[in-house]
T-cell receptor
Framework: NAGVMQNPRHLVRRRGQEARLRCSPM?????VYWYRQLPEEGLKFMVY????????ESGMPKERFSAEFPKEGPSILRIQQVVRGDSAAYFC????????????????FGSGTQLSVL | GEDVEQSLFLSVREGDSSVINCTYT??????LYWYKQEPGAGLQLLTY?????DMKQDQRLTVLLNKKDKHLSLRIADTQTGDSAIYFC??????????FGKGTKLSVIP
């Protein structure tokens, strides 16, 4: 059973270009979460999606960022017109159900995509 | 605002104990967590402690929580080279809304 797969591992974009980050959850998982780690900071929650629905986007920047998790295929985090401040590690996690319980034992993380904006 | 602080680097000799420290600011945190990230891999939940506990032990791992000082530590006994990784402290209310520290890179010298 493959883990959470993120690709690409490294993505280089010039300012103004678009970045598309992909996340394939673990088999059987229908919930996906995106986190961002800016340089010199800890990971911060961005968005929580179920299939075809955004459940919580309270951590997403208001402009240029969007996320989707279609019925078929991976979850996509899209950043339009990237700026240098978007350079960060973007982590995806998945779970088989909403982790509203007392622990996060069912939250599995991918190895991240490192986005570098030139 | 919420903040979690931890030192960036720790180096220990194989067989010694490692102690990784963390401080947090959100007094309403219900759970405090330690995650491990090995090179090229995702974050993996190592252990967690409920905020009304002082200590939790799990084999070589001991978690100590000082709620008054908002200080959390992870002790790894008999540290092995396979323990070399980045260790993240995190706090939250038991869901996906976690606040992470920057991570402590543990290097184990053979």
């Amino acid at each position: 059973n493959a883990g959470v797969m993120q690709n690409p591992r490294h993505l280089v974009r010039r300012r103004g270009q678009e970045a598309r980050l992909r996340c394939s959850p673990m088999k059987g998982h229908s919930h996906v979460y995106w986190y961002r780690q800016l340089p010199e900071e800890g990971l911060k929650f961005m968005v929580y999606l179920q299939k075809e629905n955004i459940i919580d986007e309270s951590g997403m920047p208001k402009e240029r960022f969007s996320a989707e998790f279609p019925k078929e295929g991976p979850s996509i985090l899209r950043i339009q017109q990237v700026v240098r401040g978007d350079s960060a590690a973007y982590f995806c996690a998945s779970s088989p159900l909403h982790t509203g319980g007392p622990t996060n034992e069912k939250l599995f993380f991918g190895s991240g995509t490192q986005l570098s904006v030139l | 605002g919420e903040d979690v602080e931890q030192s960036l680097f720790l180096s220990v000799r194989e067989g010694d104990s490692s102690v990784i420290n963390c401080t947090y600011t959100d007094s309403s945190s219900t759970y405090l967590y330690w995650y491990k990230q090995e090179p090229g891999a995702g974050l993996q939940l190592l252990t967690y402690i409920f905020s009304n506990m002082d200590m939790k032990q799990d084999q070589r791992l001991t978690v100590l929580l000082n709620k008054k000082d908002k200080h959390l530590s992870l002790r790894i006994a008999d540290t092995q080279t396979g323990d070399s990784a980045i260790y993240f402290c995190a706090e939250g209310a038991g869901s996906y809304q976690l606040t992470f520290g920057k991570g402590t890179k543990l290097s184990v010298i053979p």
